[in-house]
């Protein structure tokens, strides 16, 4: 740690010797990637860094038919992904039909079964209105 002439350390000697010190590393250990420098993973999972073993292939030796081919594949794909979406949304409107249609029966039957009783409701005290006449 370096002191300035009036013997104050400056921010930055004074947050390196705390991560130093909290960190167990000193100047010559590095923390994190040796390649990149940067902290959050080590040398062997380093991202950041491109491969030389990488092959250039002419543009001559390669043929189109594995284009085509990839070309189809993802013609392929996409058209059946629209089928499937096609299928879900037809399931998902058939579902929303039975469910009105439940509703709707459900809800008919109770409002004819409610009328029958107030129809029986309404005959019983006619019934019990001319008895008291009579």
Same mark, same amino acid.
């Given at each position: 740690m370096a002191y300035h002439s009036n013997g104050v350390l400056t921010s930055e000697e004074n947050l390196k010797g705390i991560v130093n010190r909290l960190s167990n590393t000193s100047e010559s250990q590095r923390i994190g990637c040796r390649k990149c420098g940067h902290a959050g993973h080590l040398t062997f999972q380093c991202y950041n860094t491109l491969q030389n073993n990488t092959q250039l292939l002419d543009v001559e030796s390669t043929t189109s038919d594995s284009d085509d081919e990839l070309n189809l594949l993802e013609k392929l794909l996409e058209e059946k992904k629209r089928k499937e979406a096609e299928i879900r949304k037809k399931k998902k409107k058939e579902? +929303? &039909? *039975? @469910? &009105? #249609? @439940?509703?709707?029966? !459900? *809800?008919?039957?109770?409002?004819?079964? /409610?009328?029958?009783? #107030? +129809?029986? *409701?309404?005959? +019983?005290? &006619? #019934?019990? /209105?001319? +008895?008291? !006449?009579?």
């Open positions: 579902k +929303k &039909k *039975s @469910r &009105k #249609k @439940r509703k709707r029966s !459900l *809800s008919f039957e109770e409002n004819e079964a /409610s009328k029958k009783k #107030k +129809k029986r *409701s309404k005959e +019983k005290k &006619k #019934k019990t /209105s001319k +008895k008291k !006449l009579i």
